[in-house]
T-cell receptor, first 116, second 112 residues
Framework: GAVVSQHPSWVICKSGTSVKIECRSL??????MFWYRQFPKQSLMLMAT?????????EQGVEKDKFLINHASLTLSTLTVTSAHPEDSSFYIC????????????FGSGTQLSVL | KNQVEQSPQSLIILEGKNCTLQ??????????LRWYKQDTGRGPVSLTI?????NTKSNGRYTATLDADTKQSSLHITASQLSDSASYIC???????????FGKGTTLSVSS
């Protein structure tokens, strides 16, 4: 069945390095994918909408040069946290809609990023 | 301002008991309301999704209700199990195809 695979599940990196997170739709194609950030005991916050073949749409306050998004194929979107700092430590989640009106929205398993 | 408020923030119940979680929203225009279950350190998993015309929807031991007039929804969990321990998130879509508005979730702990 339709599944969204997110990798890695967790990553620890040094301050100043870059980290890439992958989000893949399995058994279905997704022209759009969503990237969220979640702090402990907080709701998911939409960071950006990834669009296959075109630029991502970023939410207000999200630095596009900091969070690089690439949606190179219909099944893969990547989020790269560039020059990571401790304040970037968070739980990052992607999702992909299975149908046009986003009613069937599948989430990845999330990536816990810890920046030392 | 479009908002989704959930209550209680956290809840502890004994295994086998029932519980009800609440969700109030001010999102307009309304398209649909979803309930997700999120285990710690995992992504959300869909439980139910309801449109304006639907009043109730069940998924196993989970039953969601929707009152579009009062803009309230509830999620009722019957005969709770330890595996029900998770965060339950209410999500409202303002208009089909647009971004979702997430509640902060209710953290449910089921103890034996």
């Amino acid at each position: 069945g339709a599944v969204v695979s997110q990798h890695p599940s967790w990553v620890i990196c040094k301050s100043g390095t870059s980290v890439k997170i992958e989000c893949r739709s399995l058994d279905f194609q997704a022209t759009t994918m969503f990237w969220y950030r979640q702090f402990p005991k907080q709701s998911l916050m939409l960071m950006a909408t990834s669009n296959e073949g075109s630029k991502a749409t970023y939410e207000q306050g999200v630095e596009k040069d900091k969070f690089l998004i690439n949606h190179a194929s219909l099944t893969l979107s990547t989020l790269t946290v560039t020059s990571a700092h401790p304040e970037d430590s968070s739980f990052y989640i992607c999702s992909a809609p299975f149908n046009l009106n986003n009613e069937k929205l599948f989430f990845g398993s999330g990536t816990q990023l810890s920046v030392l | 301002k479009n908002q989704v408020e959930q209550s209680p923030q956290s809840l502890i119940i004994l295994e086998g008991k029932n519980c009800t979680l609440q969700c109030n929203y001010t999102v307009s225009p309304f398209s649909n309301l979803r309930w997700y279950k999120q285990d710690t350190g995992r992504g959300p998993v869909s439980l139910t999704i309801m449109t304006f015309s639907e009043n109730t929807k069940s998924n196993g031991r989970y039953t969601a209700t929707l009152d579009a007039d009062t803009k309230q929804s509830s999620l009722h969990i019957t005969a709770s199990q330890l595996s029900d321990s998770a965060s339950y998130i209410c999500v409202v879509s303002a208009q089909a195809g647009t971004a979702l508005i997430f509640g902060k979730g209710t953290t449910l702990s089921v103890s034996s």
